[in-house]
Nanobody, 124 residues
Framework: QVQLVESGGGLVQAGGSLRLSCAAS????????MGWFRQAPGKGREFVAR????????YHANSVKGRFTIYRDNAKNMEYLQMNSLKPEDTAVYYC?????????????????WGQGTQVTVSS
């Protein structure tokens, strides 16, 4: 069992930065690949980025590549999403999720555990 709690969301102007954090409970955190997803009002949940269980492999959606960076600290049971050069279209609720493989962590329906979400709002 893994419990996930996101933090770090907020209101920021276009071009600004935010760092989202995901705190995990449970001793099995380091065995899970982790992902970030987002959901804007009226839209489906969208994959943003994922990182392998060991942290040696990452993958970012084209829409955020070069602006967002996913990373993790297994010693602290933490996952992060550094978001730079934010755009109004990045506005959404952001969720962290745990999957049993790197592939699973890129697909919302394959993730085993979810956080409650944190709101990110980017003003123009």
């Amino acid at each position: 069992q893994v419990q996930l709690v996101e933090s770090g969301g907020g209101l920021v102007q276009a071009g600004g930065s935010l760092r989202l954090s995901c705190a995990a409970s449970g001793r099995t955190f380091s065995s899970y690949a982790m992902g970030w997803f987002r959901q804007a009002p009226g839209k489906g949940r969208e994959f943003v980025a994922r990182i392998s269980a060991s942290g040696d492999s990452t993958y970012h959606a084209n829409s955020v590549k070069g602006r967002f960076t996913i990373y993790r600290d297994n010693a602290k049971n933490m996952e992060y999403l550094q978001m730079n050069s934010l755009k109004p279209e990045d506005t959404a609720v952001y969720y962290c999720a745990a999957g049993r493989s790197s592939w699973a962590a890129t697909i919302a329906t394959e993730c085993d555990y979810w956080g409650q979400g944190t709101q990110v709002t980017v003003s123009s």
